[in-house]
């Protein structure tokens, strides 16, 4: 089958940075990161439903989480 | 004896708001305003404040301004993007409770563009006469959220509500599941809001949310829809490298350098960000005909749409993604081929002028019903061919339902929730994480799309795709019995595609029994539209596991705006 390939490469965080505040958890509406409980730290958990709205990149207090996107876009033909 | 505390987390309260995004967000705020004594709970499958549409891209709010005038703007929206199947009352009670909601996002305390002196920033529409638009930044449902939160509504996060409780004709809650711990939740309610949003079908990326989870629950429980035919837009993003962009299609031209438009369109045709129905069918012959692809051509000079404003968020959300296609994206002397995804927004709860559905004890607002409530017509709401509307309605509509369920919870008393039908529901809700080998949910998703995205089934309609899209529906129905979920978010998924498919059939089915063209419906083998035979709204409603359809004649009589002039 076709499958669309998806919308983002990759979802990078610098955990020496990351304090641990869950911001780009709640900021995420796709649940593409969860909680690592043990670490304190956010885990990417289904990249594969990333859309790069880039809400957890604009929300992180400290700038150490980057999403790359596929460019172009897997965008569904309607012809 | 088993108690339903043996199944699961049982929640009791007096109003029950399914969806934690702005339509959600202000039914609490105003339901606690009616009601400050009223227990208010939101449950949300993300994050409230976080989830649902109304963050993403920026929020261009369309509304009537000071000086507008409402008869002219109504008549506007009637006539040319409506045509006669609005509600014209419920339509003239949201453009005249507009500029009021406008007003109370800033008591709320978002942030509207304001000019250097401090005004709110206020430009004519330049899809409609006698409309007017601002902007607003995208975080404005944290202090929303916040102020509901100080008010004493209570939230609960990751719960997926699938399934709404039923004892006879009346709604008296709700169930889901945990998408982290798997925990199956049981919602006791006196009133119960739908909020959680239309069905995108999951083609573009700022509208994933929307998955139709509100309103296949609703018509599982019986509820009826209305106007399921009109949810079917499509744009043409300017970057198809991106999915951005949405405006200037008088740039479009095919490979052969002609201007789309010129070919397509007549002057008066509508502008809006939409493409035109008949533009989206030619850009489609083009294709087909060997004169592809089409290209975003704008003379030099002239570069596409950005909307500038002095809102932090939202210029930092631009910056952001310019510096991502900059780096990332295609080199910017590459001409840009564009996309013409479906914008799907089916929203087909049927509601009444407070946004109470055919079921007692239930409402619908936002997204969820805004086509079912007819306030817009014969076009995909929102946007429609007025765009900065879908914020709007969620707002207005949930002033209205926030009020109503009020009022009825405080007359109310909760219901018992039986035991067998709810532990019937948990056994349904969990049975894809029990198999073995399967369908996955995002396999299905990619079936689906394959039956609602192509304009041949979905904007170029005749009696014979339709049917074939029909048969592909239900040959896809049989395959997600297998649906398999590796863990709780697919099972997530798993229900969603569950709701999208629904929300498909309800679209096609109601296409096929409305047997002329009128708006955003084109029917090949009825291209006229037929005033005779069809202002009406097609009701459809589950009867026995099937869509039972109806007609129910629309009361042009009383109302202002008539065909003709």
């Not at chain 2, 008949?278 to 596409?304: D, H, M, S, T």
């Not at chain 2, 840009?336 to 089916?346: A, D, K, M, N, S």
């Not at chain 2, 592909?472 to 590796?486: G, T």
């Not at chain 2, 084109?522 to 026995?544: C, G, M, S, V």
Request: charged residues 25%.
């Amino acid at each position: 089958m076709d499958t669309p390939k998806t919308w983002v490469k990759e979802i990078k965080i610098n955990f020496s940075d990351c304090k641990g505040c869950k911001t780009c958890m709640n900021a995420c509406f796709a649940d593409v990161i969860r909680w690592n409980e043990a670490d304190k730290k956010p885990v990417v958990a289904y990249p594969e439903d990333c859309v790069w709205c880039l809400a957890c990149e604009a929300g992180c207090p400290v700038q150490c989480i980057e999403v790359v996107p596929n460019i172009p876009a897997p965008l569904r033909s309607s012809y | 004896m088993s108690t339903l505390e043996d199944l699961g987390e049982v929640v009791s309260t007096d109003i029950l708001i399914i969806g934690g995004g702005i339509g959600g967000l202000v039914t609490a705020l105003k339901a606690k305003e009616e009601n400050p004594g009223a227990d208010v709970l939101v449950v949300e499958k993300q994050t409230a404040g976080w989830a649902g549409k109304a963050t993403k891209i920026g929020g261009i709010l369309a509304f009537l301004g000071p000086g507008n005038n409402a008869d002219k703007f109504m008549d506007f929206q009637v006539r040319t993007s409506g045509f006669y199947l609005n509600d014209q009352e419920l339509l003239a009670k949201y453009i005249n409770s507009s500029y009021k909601a406008i007003q109370e996002f800033e008591e709320w305390g978002a942030k509207l563009a304001k000019t250097p002196d401090g005004k709110m920033v206020i430009t004519p529409a330049f899809w409609a006469p006698e409309w007017s638009t601002t902007y607003i930044d995208i975080d404005l449902m944290l202090p929303i959220r916040n102020k509901a939160r100080k008010m004493g509504v209570k939230f609960l996060n990751k719960i997926h509500v699938v399934d709404l409780l039923k004892k006879s004709n009346k709604i008296i809650g709700a169930v889901g599941f945990d998408i982290i711990t798997g925990k199956y939740h049981i919602f006791n309610a006196k009133a119960t809001v739908l909020a959680n949003g239309s069905c995108g079908y999951k083609v573009r990326r700022f509208w994933i949310a929307g998955t139709g989870d509100g309103i296949a629950a609703a018509y599982r429980a019986e509820a009826e829809m209305r106007n399921a035919e009109y949810g079917n837009l499509y744009g043409h993003t300017v970057w198809q490298d991106t999915d951005s962009g949405m405006v200037g299609h008088q740039f479009l031209v095919n490979a052969l350098g002609e201007n789309m438009p010129k070919k397509y369109l007549s002057d008066e045709s509508p502008t809006g960000v939409f493409l035109p129905v008949q533009l989206a069918v030619g850009l489609e012959k083009e294709v087909a005909e060997g004169r592809g692809p089409i290209y975003f051509a704008p003379p030099p000079g002239n570069p596409p749409y950005v909307m500038r404003t002095n809102l932090p968020k939202l210029n930092d959300w631009q910056k952001r993604t310019a510096e991502k296609e900059q780096k990332y994206g295609l080199p910017p002397d590459v001409r840009r081929e564009i996309g013409v995804p479906l914008h799907g927004e089916t929203s087909c709860i049927k509601v009444d002028h407070e946004m109470k559905t055919s079921l007692e004890g239930l409402w619908a607002i936002g997204d969820t019903s805004y086509a079912g409530s007819a306030v817009a017509g014969a076009v995909a709401s929102p946007p429609g061919i007025t765009p900065g509307s879908g914020i709007m309605f969620a707002v207005i509509s949930a002033g209205w339902a926030g009020a109503s369920a009020a009022r009825y919870a405080k007359e109310a008393a909760l219901d018992n929730v039986g035991y067998a039908e709810t532990k019937a529901l948990k056994d349904s809700i969990f049975a894809s994480t029990q198999k073995g080998k399967g369908l996955s949910p995002g396999d299905a998703i990619s079936l689906l799309q394959d039956v609602m995205a192509p304009m041949k089934y979905n904007l170029r309609r005749s009696k014979q795709r339709l049917n074939e899209a029909l048969t592909r529906l239900d040959e896809l129905k049989e395959k997600i019995s297998s649906l398999q979920a590796k863990d709780l978010h697919y099972l997530s998924k798993c229900h969603e595609v569950k709701s999208m498919i629904l929300c498909a059939e309800l679209t096609y089915r109601a296409a096929l029994m409305r047997e002329e063209s009128r708006g955003f419906h084109f029917r090949e083998d009825y291209p006229k539209a037929d005033d005779k035979n069809w202002l009406k709204w097609i009701i459809l409603k589950q009867d026995n596991g099937k869509v039972k359809l109806s007609k129910q004649p629309i009361p042009i009589d009383k109302y202002m705006i008539k065909p003709g002039k």
